[in-house]
C-alpha cells in the first residue's frame, strides 16, 4: 500500500505538485492511459503541464487519455461540457492525438448504450495508469454522489442538488445545470493502477478528513479509495486541516 499526501502552501504550489505526478507518469510510460478530471481544482495543474509542454520538457504526442465525466444533454462545444473544457484547458494546449482523447458523449439518444461503450473503451485501453480526482464537498468522485451502494461500472447519474448548487456558478443559473451526467463508476476508477487526488480550500476539509479517515462508505464515496493500494493526496493547508486534526 502507498499512501503519500502533499501539503502545499497555495494553490499554485497545488497545481504544479499535481503536474509533477502527471509528468513524472507520462516521462515514465510515453503512451500512458492518464485519466482526466475537470471542475476548478485541476485549472491550474493543466496550466502546468501545457506550460512544462511549451518548454519542450514533456510531451503527449503518445498519451491517451479518459475523462471520468460529461453532462448529459450538453453538446460537445458547449461552453460548459467538459469535452469543451478538456479541449480548452488542456488539449487544445498540447500535442495529444486528438482521435486518443475519450470523453463520454453527452448528447448520446441512449445513455445506457452510451455507458457500456465508454466502460469498453476504458477497459480497452487497459484501465488509466494515473487517474487524476477532484473530489466534492460531499465527497463525490467523478459523478459518483453519496448513496447506497458503490456504482462499479460507467452509468448515468441524477445530480444531487448540493451538487447541482456548487456548479451553478458556472452557469447562468441553477436552472440551466443539467441534471444528469455520464460517469465512470467507482469500480472504473479503483482500476486505475494510481489514484492522484488533487484538492485546494477549507470547503473541501470535512470531505477530505471523511475520505481518508472516516469509515469506507457509499455516504462518502472517496472513503473507497482508502481501499486503493497507489494513492497521492496533494492539498494546500486549508483542504488537508481536519485530515490533519484527525491524524495529530
Ligand atoms: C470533474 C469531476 C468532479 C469534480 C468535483 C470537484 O470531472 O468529476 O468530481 O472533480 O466536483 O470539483 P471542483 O474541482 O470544481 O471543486
Known amino acids: 500500500m502507498s499512501f503519500r499526501i502533499y501539503c502545499e502552501k497555495d494553490y499554485d504550489a497545488v497545481s504544479r505538485r499535481t503536474a509533477s505526478v502527471i509528468a513524472a507518469q507520462v516521462v515514465a510510460k510515453p503512451d500512458c492511459v492518464l485519466g482526466l478530471a475537470t471542475g476548478s481544482s485541476p485549472v491550474g495543474t493543466y496550466k502546468q503541464l501545457i506550460q512544462w509542454y511549451k518548454q519542450g520538457d514533456i510531451s503527449f504526442a503518445e498519451v491517451r487519455s479518459v475523462n471520468l465525466d460529461e453532462y448529459y444533454g450538453l453538446a460537445p ?68 454522489e453519496p448513496c447506497g451502494d458503490f456504482p462499479k461500472q460507467t452509468h448515468l447519474v441524477d445530480l444531487t442538488e448540493s451538487t447541482i448548487e456548487a456548479n451553478a456558478r ?30 485546494s480550500g477549507a470547503d473541501k476539509a470535512d470531505a477530505v478528513c471523511k475520505a481518508f479517515s472516516g469509515p469506507i462508505t457509499p455516504e462518502v464515496p472517496a472513503s473507497i479509495l482508502q481501499l486503493h493500494p497507489d494513492v497521492t493526496l496533494v492539498g494546500d493547508e486549508a483542504a488537508l486541516s481536519k485530515l490533519r486534526e484527525a491524524n495529530a
Open 77 to 144: 462545444d458547449h461552453d460548459q461540457s467538459y469535452r469543451y473544457f478538456m479541449q480548452t484547458n488542456l488539449f487544445d494546449h498540447v500535442d495529444i492525438e486528438p482521435e486518443n482523447t475519450n470523453v463520454p458523449s453527452g448528447l448520446a439518444d441512449d445513455p445506457a448504450a452510451e455507458c457500456l461503450r465508454y466502460e469498453w473503451k476504458v477497459a480497452e485501453l487497459g484501465y488509466a495508469d494515473l487517474q487524476l480526482l477532484g473530489m466534492g464537498r460531499n465527497g463525490h468522485i467523478g459523478f459518483n
Open 170 to 199: 458556472f452557469f447562468a443559473s441553477a436552472d440551466d445545470v443539467p441534471r444528469q451526467a455520464l460517469t465512470m463508476g467507482i469500480g472504473t476508477i479503483m482500476k486505475a493502477r494510481k489514484i492522484l487526488v488533487v484538492v
